[in-house]
Structures are given as structure tokens and as C-alpha cells.
């Protein structure tokens, strides 16, 4: 996937939710290492839009480092403001693992119980139904029945 080119209208909202973030990779002396990609593909992964510091002096040095950076990690080159970078990459969507053998968790339920005379409000009881138990009609919360055993001996006999 190559670089994501934005236009300037599509760069604004970014470079103001930016404004407001701190650094979370630093670029030392060494340059643009193969461990710094590593980290800023690392936080764009996790955060989407992310700021990079660069300690140089150098200007075109540092925009060749958003460039290389934007077309190396599939990125938006956002902002290059003093020695501040800006990048965005949208974060992937996170699969969920489907556990098959997974039970129903504990749930809440309003249980409402009316009098015997007409004019009165109902009882409101808030009840919590575990995974392995069941509401009743009156109200009451039961254990679910246990599939029971068959004796093999049984089974055989004629």
C-alpha cells in the first residue's frame, strides 16, 4: 500500500487533534534506525495519529525523514512544524477470537411483582441471573438442570 496523499482540508482536522499530543518517539543521533521504524509503526498501530521528535539541526534532514517515514510505514505525512513530525495511519480493525465453549456471562433483571390488591404499585427487585440459572415466572431464580448420567448397564440390556 503506498503513501496516503491527504489534501490541506483533509490534513486540518488532524494537525488540530494533534496539536495537543506530546511526542512518543524520539529520533537521536543515529538517524533513522531500523529499531526507530520499528517503534513509530509500533504507535501509529496503537494511537493512528502520533507525534515524532527529531533532534537535528537540519531541516531538509528532518523532512526527508517525513518523507521516508510516510513512504516506508504506509502513512499520512501530516505536519512538519520546527523539529516536530506529525503522522497518521488509520488503526486496524482488531479481530476478535470467538470462543465456541464460552457460557453465557451474569445479567441483570428487573423483576416486577404486582399485590393482590389493584389500587397498589408493583415490587420492583432487581435480580442477577447467572450463566447456569434461570428466572421462573413468580419471579424466583433456579439452577439449571444438569444433563443426567445414563448407566451404560441400562443401555445394553434387553
Same mark, same amino acid.
Given at each position: 500500500?503506498?503513501?496516503?496523499?491527504?489534501?490541506?482540508? %483533509?490534513?486540518?482536522?488532524?494537525?488540530?487533534?494533534?496539536?495537543?499530543?506530546?511526542?512518543?518517539?524520539?529520533? !537521536?543521533?543515529?538517524?533513522?534506525?531500523?529499531?526507530?521504524?520499528?517503534?513509530?509503526?509500533?504507535?501509529?498501530?496503537?494511537? !493512528?495519529?502520533?507525534?515524532?521528535?527529531?533532534?537535528?539541526?537540519?531541516?531538509?534532514?528532518?523532512?526527508?525523514?517525513?518523507?521516508?517515514?510516510? &513512504?516506508?510505514?504506509?502513512?499520512?505525512?501530516?505536519?512538519?512544524?520546527?523539529?516536530?513530525?506529525?503522522?497518521?495511519?488509520?488503526?486496524?480493525?482488531?479481530?476478535?477470537?470467538?470462543?465456541?465453549?464460552?457460557?453465557?456471562?451474569?445479567?441483570?433483571?428487573?423483576?416486577?411483582?404486582?399485590?393482590?390488591? !389493584? !389500587? %397498589?404499585?408493583? &415490587?420492583?427487585? %432487581?435480580?442477577?441471573?447467572?450463566?447456569?440459572?434461570?428466572?421462573?415466572?413468580?419471579?424466583?431464580?433456579?439452577?439449571?438442570?444438569?444433563?443426567? %448420567?445414563?448407566?451404560?448397564?441400562?443401555?445394553?440390556?434387553?
Amino acid at each position: 500500500m503506498p503513501q496516503i496523499i491527504l489534501t490541506p482540508a %483533509q490534513r486540518k482536522p488532524f494537525r488540530s487533534d494533534a496539536h495537543h499530543l506530546d511526542p512518543v518517539v524520539l529520533i !537521536g543521533g543515529d538517524g533513522l534506525t531500523e529499531a526507530v521504524k520499528r517503534e513509530v509503526d509500533a504507535a501509529l498501530k496503537a494511537h !493512528g495519529l502520533i507525534k515524532v521528535r527529531v533532534f537535528s539541526d537540519d531541516r531538509d534532514q528532518r523532512a526527508a525523514y517525513l518523507e521516508q517515514l510516510a &513512504e516506508e510505514l504506509d502513512a499520512a505525512a501530516i505536519q512538519h512544524i520546527g523539529k516536530l513530525l506529525v503522522l497518521w495511519r488509520p488503526i486496524p480493525e482488531k479481530e476478535k477470537a470467538i470462543d465456541e465453549d464460552r457460557m453465557p456471562g451474569p445479567r441483570d433483571v428487573k423483576v416486577l411483582k404486582y399485590s393482590s390488591k !389493584g !389500587g %397498589q404499585r408493583p &415490587e420492583v427487585k %432487581q435480580v442477577r441471573v447467572l450463566g447456569n440459572e434461570r428466572l421462573t415466572f413468580g419471579g424466583l431464580v433456579k439452577r439449571a438442570k444438569k444433563p443426567t %448420567q445414563k448407566s451404560s448397564k441400562k443401555t445394553h440390556q434387553k
